[in-house]
C-alpha cells in the first residue's frame, strides 16, 4: 500500500510542475495607448464589465499575433480553477484546430469576420458563454492570455457541471468520479500507512503552491486553498453534483416526444427478419450476437446474424425507417452531439495515418470525404497536404457548419449515391472513414465511389474488422458491434470482392496497423454505462435514486476504465505489429482507362433507404 501512495505523490507533484510550466508560458498582456481595432468585438460574460486598458491590450495582441480569437484570463484568476485551466490548455494549442476553445469564464476578443461567419450570439450566462468559447476554436488561430486589471469574478457551482462538459465532452463524469477515488486511497493510507498517508496528503495539499506560486497568476485564495484545500473540494464537488443540468433540461423538454414514439411499443422499429444473407443470399444463417442499445439505453434488443456461405455480419432484422430515425436521434444531434464532437476531435493522429495511407499511393488534388461530419479528418489531414482540395459531404446540418468553420472547400449534402452523377469523374480521391458499417447497401456506396473517381483515383475505406480475435471475448461489450447503429459488418475478404466486381483494385492493406487502443476502455465504459445509465435521459425513467446509483457505481467502477485504458496501450502494440487489430484500411484503385458511367439504377434505389443512417458516418 504505501509503495502505491509514495506513487502517487509523485504524480501529483508531476502534474503541479506541468501545470506549472504551463501557467508560466501563458503570456501576460502589456499596457498600450493604441485604440481597440475595429476588426475586432469584445465579449465579455455576463456580470464582467472589462477595463479600458484590458480592451486595448487584448486588441493589440490579437492583431499583433494574427488571432482571431483571444481568451481573457484574469490575473487573481482562484487557485482551483486556474489549476484546471492549466491542465486543459496544452502545449500547440494556438494551432489546433481540432480540440475546443478553453475559457478563463471572464472575457474574449474575436474579430467581427470570424463572429459573422461563426454566427456568434452573445451568450446570456456561464454556460452559454463557455460552449461559445469551446466552438469559436474550431474557426479559427486562439489562444489565452493574462490580463493583470482585471478580477474574477465567482464562479456558479450550480453550473459547474455543465460548464465542464463544455470544456471537456463526456470527460467530465470521469473527471467527477476519479476525485472520490483518490480520496479514497489517501483516507486507507492515512489509516493502514499513516506516514506514506501523511506524505500523499501533504503533496495534495501543497500541490496549489507547487504550480501556481511565483508565476503571472496571483491567485488571491491560494493560501486558503493550501491550507484547506480537501473541505474546499469536497465542498466543491458535492455543489457541481447537486448542481442544475442543462442536458436535464433538455431531456425533460424532449420526453413527450419520446414517449409519444414509444407509445405503441418498439415493433415498428424493425423490418421483417429477412431469410437471406444480403451479400451472398445464402440461407445458412446463424444467430452471433444479441445486444440491447448499450449506448443510448434506448428500448429495443437486435440482432446480428451470421451467414455461414461467406461470413458477412448484418443486422436481423433490420431497422425500418422509424427505427433509423428513433435511434440516431440524440446521438449525432440534439442531446448528443457536444459529446461527439469531442469524440471526434480527441486526437488528429488517426485521420494522419489515413491521410498517410493515400499519400502512399497518391497525390490527389481534389478529395472528397464521405460522411465528413464536422470535417475533423479534412482539417487535420490538410496540414499535411496543403496542396489538396478536401470537400466533405454528409447529410445533416453538420456539413454547413463543417463549410463555415473553412474545415471544407465544398460541402454536399444529401445521399451520396444520388448526389455522385453530378461530380462524376471529378475526385482524385474518395474516402470513407466508418461509413460503410452504417449504411443499409454497402454496395450502392461503392457503386457511388466509382462514378465520383477520376480513372485512376484511388478510394480509401476504413471499417472494423469483424474477424478481429477479441470481438469473440468481449461479446456485446466490443464496441464495433455498435448496436442498434452498425448494420453491416463486411469483412476484408467480402470487401475485396465488392471492391474488385466495381472495377476498384486493392493496393494496399493495413489490418494490424489500423488498430485502434480502445477495446478494454469502451468495454468498461458501456459496462458501467449499462449498469447505471444516465438518469436524465428522456426515454427512461429518471429520479433521484437514479443519480446517486450512477455515482456510487462510477466511483466504484472508475478503476475498471483506468484499467481498460492500461490494457489496451499495453497490448496495443503487439496487435500493431500482428496480423489483425479491430479496424483494417484499404486503398483501391480505379482502373487509368475506363468510361465514367452513371449511378447504376441500384444505387439510386439503394439512395432512398440509406437516408437516415447517412447522416450519421462517423468523422
Not at 451568450?123 to 458563454?129: M, R
Not at 436535464?248 to 429477412?274: Q, S
Amino acid at each position: 500500500m504505501s509503495w502505491v501512495l509514495y506513487l502517487l505523490a509523485v504524480i501529483m507533484v508531476l502534474d503541479a510542475v506541468k501545470m506549472r510550466r504551463r501557467i508560466r508560458a501563458l503570456p501576460v498582456l502589456a499596457a498600450t495607448d493604441a485604440p481597440v481595432s475595429a476588426a475586432h468585438q469584445l465579449v465579455a460574460a455576463p456580470g464582467v464589465t472589462l477595463h479600458d486598458a484590458t480592451r486595448r491590450a487584448a486588441s493589440a495582441y490579437a492583431a499583433a499575433n494574427d488571432l482571431e480569437l483571444l481568451d481573457v484570463v484574469p490575473r487573481d484568476l482562484p487557485a482551483l480553477r486556474a489549476m484546471t485551466l492549466a491542465t486543459l490548455v496544452e502545449p500547440g494549442y494556438r494551432d489546433d484546430r481540432l480540440g475546443p476553445g478553453r475559457t478563463a469564464g471572464h472575457a474574449f476578443v474575436v474579430t467581427t469576420a470570424l463572429g459573422e461567419r461563426a454566427q456568434l450570439v452573445p451568450p446570456t450566462d456561464e454556460l452559454a458563454f463557455a460552449r461559445a468559447s469551446a466552438r469559436l476554436k474550431h474557426f479559427a488561430r486562439g489562444d489565452l492570455a493574462i490580463a493583470p486589471a482585471e478580477h474574477a469574478r465567482p464562479a456558479d457551482l450550480s453550473r459547474r457541471l455543465d460548464v465542464l462538459r463544455a470544456q471537456i465532452g463526456p470527460s467530465a463524469t470521469v473527471a467527477l468520479f476519479a476525485l472520490p477515488i483518490l480520496w479514497t486511497l489517501v483516507g486507507i493510507g492515512l489509516w493502514r500507512q499513516p506516514i506514506a498517508g501523511l506524505v500523499a496528503l501533504g503533496v495534495w495539499q501543497l500541490q496549489p503552491a507547487i504550480a501556481l506560486l511565483g508565476t503571472p497568476l496571483r491567485a488571491r485564495d491560494l493560501p486558503l486553498v493550501v491550507l484547506f484545500r480537501t473541505p474546499i473540494e469536497l465542498w466543491i464537488w458535492v455543489r457541481t453534483l447537486v448542481g442544475k443540468r442543462a442536458i436535464a433540461v433538455d431531456a425533460a423538454a424532449r420526453e413527450a416526444g419520446y414517449t409519444k414514439l414509444l407509445a405503441g411499443g418498439t415493433a415498428a422499429l424493425l423490418d421483417p427478419r429477412r431469410e437471406t444473407c444480403p451479400l451472398c443470399a445464402s440461407k445458412d444463417l446463424a444467430v452471433h450476437v444479441r445486444n440491447p442499445d448499450l449506448l443510448q439505453h434506448k428500448p429495443g434488443v437486435f440482432t446480428l446474424e451470421k451467414c455461414a456461405g461467406c461470413g458477412h455480419i448484418f443486422q436481423n432484422p433490420r431497422l425500418s425507417f422509424a427505427g433509423l430515425d428513433f435511434y440516431y436521434k440524440d446521438f449525432y444531434d440534439g442531446l448528443g452531439e457536444q459529446g461527439m464532437e469531442f469524440v471526434f476531435g480527441f486526437g488528429a493522429q488517426p485521420y494522419h495515418k489515413r491521410a498517410q495511407m493515400m499519400r502512399d499511393h497518391a497525390a490527389p488534388r481534389r478529395w472528397l470525404d464521405v460522411g465528413a461530419g464536422h470535417g475533423h479528418f479534412c482539417i487535420a489531414a490538410q496540414a499535411t497536404m496543403p496542396d489538396t482540395t478536401f470537400d466533405g459531404l454528409d447529410m445533416s446540418e453538420s456539413i454547413d457548419e463543417a463549410k463555415r468553420r473553412g474545415w471544407i472547400s465544398t460541402a454536399y449534402r444529401g445521399l451520396f449515391p444520388e448526389l455522385a452523377p453530378s461530380f462524376a469523374g471529378a475526385y482524385d480521391a474518395v474516402s470513407m472513414s466508418h461509413y460503410l458499417e452504417h449504411t443499409l447497401d454497402p454496395r450502392a456506396e461503392l457503386d457511388a465511389a466509382s462514378v465520383a473517381l477520376a480513372p485512376g483515383g484511388c478510394l480509401l475505406i476504413e471499417v472494423p474488422d469483424p474477424e478481429y480475435g477479441l470481438a469473440k471475448l468481449l461479446r456485446g461489450y466490443w464496441l464495433p458491434y455498435f448496436q442498434p447503429q452498425h448494420l453491416n459488418l463486411v469483412s476484408v475478404g467480402n470487401l475485396e470482392k465488392l471492391l474488385r466486381e466495381r472495377g476498384l483494385e486493392p493496393v494496399e492493406w493495413h489490418r494490424g496497423k489500423a488498430h485502434q487502443r480502445v477495446d478494454f476502455f469502451f468495454a468498461a465504459w458501456m459496462f458501467l454505462d449499462h449498469l447505471a445509465p444516465a438518469p436524465h435521459l428522456p426515454w427512461r425513467p429518471r429520479g433521484t435514486a437514479a443519480w446517486v446509483w450512477r455515482v456510487v457505481a462510477w466511483t466504484l467502477g472508475s478503476p475498471l476504465i483506468l484499467g481498460g485504458v492500461l490494457i489496451d496501450n499495453a497490448i496495443g502494440p503487439l496487435i500493431a505489429r500482428g496480423k489483425r487489430g479491430n479496424t483494417y484500411r484499404v486503398v483501391a484503385r480505379k482502373a487509368a482507362v475506363t468510361a465514367v458511367v452513371s449511378a447504376p439504377a441500384s444505387a439510386v434505389a439503394s439512395a432512398v433507404a440509406s437516408a437516415v443512417v447517412s447522416a450519421v458516418v462517423s468523422d
